[in-house]
Nanobody, 125 residues
């Protein structure tokens, strides 16, 4: 079983920065990608940034050139550096880990998404 623990959220003024961290632990095989999603009040959860196992990144248009996603494979951790924060960035941010299907012995484990509990980011004017 995989566990994801987020940290780094908080309250920051517009224009400020925060760095989110997500540490993964447990039995992890065949990682497809790790990323960050966010859910603003009254809205659906949307992709913020993602980094694939091959190192490719993609970002929501609203955060492109302001946020940077990175990873530390040795620490099983993914980061989201958020600069030039805006009030519209206020949301609960969720860490996501996606695995590809794989065989372990004679047992097949299908692709699966794992989620952290979320960390609140609040940006004030």
């Amino acid at each position: 079983q995989v566990q994801l623990v987020e940290s780094g959220g908080g309250l920051v003024q517009a224009g400020g920065s925060l760095r989110l961290s997500c540490a993964a632990s447990g039995s992890i095989f065949s990682i497809n990608a790790m990323g960050w999603y966010r859910r603003a009040p009254g809205k659906q959860r949307d992709l913020v940034a993602q980094i694939t196992s091959g190192g490719m990144t993609n970002y929501a248009d609203s955060v492109k050139d302001r946020f940077t996603i990175s990873r530390d494979n040795a620490k099983n951790t993914v980061y989201l550096q958020m600069n030039s924060l805006k009030p519209e960035d206020t949301a609960v941010y969720f860490c996501n880990l996606r695995t590809e299907g794989h065989f372990s012995g004679i047992t097949y484990y299908p692709r699966r998404d794992y989620w952290g509990q979320g960390t609140q980011v609040t940006v004030s004017s």
